[in-house]
């Protein structure tokens, strides 16, 4: 008799075919309700598949990650469903679920508008509210081809035929008048999705992402569970807003970017402060942890990266120049190679290992123009890179130093909330699989001992090796990749590396690739999205600024300048002919830190009036202990 075990371990005979609807009445009434889909021996179904052997089934809830996917999913079928109900004519191409809601790409002429988007809101609640049910059907290529042809689906049909032709086709019915091609699964009726949704904007796409073919609309849209769930999403999409680097960068005159150069930011001078306070922070840490800082070229031949294997791996994405004497030279998408040649220059011993060198090297990697956002995705950026070579013993040890000094430095800019991610061999990779063997097995050892919890990646290993991709969480609880850790024991062997060992062989030495930041630019934007502009005091641009209230009050405010300035402080003095309210809005909106504030009684009593950036409580103190106070905020958190 065959069976079906649950997840629970739970074991339930049957004595013919039996469909997920009746399997969960069969479990429990609240199950029967709350139950979405199945998965059926690893592979997700319709909750009316039919089970005709022995399976291990999983019942799948709103709970579950994919039960939010299918409502997503479902969403997203409905709001095409609901186009087409409202504009006829329009053709709908493709629909997927992405993070945290869905997109469909249509073909119309006249552009959607916000208007238009409140129409299909309401539309899609009707569909809802009707509870139209779901059907599956699977038909003939040939068939399929011809019917969306036929009914002016001429996108649908293309993609139809591109599918290989040994896969099923199967066709989605919602209701009795639409219909998609779809390989589900999805829910059993409209009702199911709920009303936590919301089309959130309209944007431009091109058809497949192709810029030669032609531009269609695509709507995207936030479903969720419950409306809780999407209040607090459609909140954090508020605060995002309003922490935009790009708008904040702005209003505090850190950079701005060109058409001549695009996906290369145009720093100005507070905002290369910024950077260079950065870069001054990571140089101590490094320092203080063993690390050589080195430089090597932008330009380098075409040879070295195709010994590296990067050409044929990257070679797509880097800028080339030819020479009048026909070589080519790539500019360096990253730093790897370059450094090897360092450790190349002279005879190295076991003894010089761990050999720690850093690197805060520019590199360029071409990026579709689509794809560029601000600081955060960029054609031009620094990595705060360094690669350490080590002995195979060496794995776990520098594996640990490097992650404890990622948390530590994380920790010191405010991110306390950080999860690790270990990604093992991909598919397309160079090197022996037993080299793949140890890398990964050391890397492994080396987490485990840090006793932090971890997520796996399978197959998202870079070319080289495995690697530990750190997230940090921001304030608004949104995830940020930015640190990495990988093994390399593949590009030293391809380049030359060697060092004696103790026995006086020579021996190719293990590298750890490693970036605190990843991106400078990048970190710098998450950095101001994550204070809302509000930077840490030793970290900002601008520290204070000194106001006088009157003109005779300008040379009382030029001597405090000056003392701020000898200790450090990054300050101004603002001696224009404005009202007192008004440098002080003007300054609060650039994110100033401080605003020292000196009139007639606080030159007679030489002293100062402070306003803290956020607070419109002013405190007026002695400028000798002001002073003493305000150095100790512009220590760097070395410790």
Known sequence: MP??????GKKIPFTKSISGFE??????????????????????????????????????????????????????????????????????????VIENGFYYDFARKEPFTSEDLQKIEKKMSEIIDRDVKTKREVWKRSEAIAHFKKIGEKYKAEIIESIPKNEELSIYHHGDTWHDLCRGPHLASSSKIGKAFKLTK?????????????????????????KKELDDYLHRLEEAEKRDHRKLGKEMDLFHFREESPGSVFWHEKGWLLFQRLVEYMRMKQRLAGYKEINTPELLDKTLWEKSGHWEKFGEHMFTSETPDEKTFAVKPMNCPGCVQIFNQGLKSYRDLPLKLSEFGKVHRYEPSGALH???????????????????????????????LILEIYKNLGFKDVILKYSDRPEQRV??????????????????????????????GAFYGPKIEFVLRDAIGRDWQ???????????????????DKD?????????????????????????ENYAGKLPFWLSPLQAVVLPIAEEHNDYAKKIFEDLFKEGIKCEVD??????NYKIREHSLSKIPLLLICGKKEVSGKSITIRKLGSEKQETIKFVKALQNIKSLNNLPIK
């Open 3 to 8: 069976q079906i075990q649950l997840l629970d």
């Open 202 to 226: 309209v944007s431009g796409a091109y058809w497949r992402g192709d810029s030669n073919n032609e531009m269609l609309q695509r709507i995207y849209g936030t479903c969720w569970s419950t």
């Open 504 to 528: 006086g062989a020579k021996k190719t030495p293990v590298m750890l690739h490693r970036a605190l930041f990843g991106s400078l630019e990048r970190f710098i934007g998450i950095l101001i």
């Open 482 to 500: 930015c640190g990495t850790l990988q093994v390399d024991l593949n590009l030293p062997k391809r380049l030359g590396a060697t060092f004696v």
């Open 431 to 460: 090197g022996d699989d037993n080299i793949w063997d140890k890398s990964e097995a050391a890397l492994l050892t080396a987490i485990k001992k840090s006793k932090l919890q971890y997520t796996v990646n399978k197959g998202e």
């Open 374 to 404: 601000g600081l955060l995705r960029v054609r031009a950026f620094t990595q705060d890179d360094a690669h350490i070579f080590c002995t195979e013993d060496q794995i776990t040890e520098e594996s640990l130093s490097v992650t404890n």
């Open 575 to 580: 001696l224009r002919n404005q009202k007192i």
């Open 23 to 96: 399997l969960t009445k069969k479990i429990s009434k609240s199950l029967e309700k709350s139950a979405l889909i199945m998965e059926v021996d690893g592979l997700l179904k319709d909750l009316s598949h039919e089970i005709t052997k022995d399976s291990k089934v999983r019942i799948i809830t709103s709970k579950d990650k994919e039960g939010l996917e299918v409502i997503r999913h479902d969403a997203a079928h409905i709001m095409a469903m609901a186009v087409q109900e409202l504009f006829p004519g329009t053709q709908v191409t493709i629909g997927p």
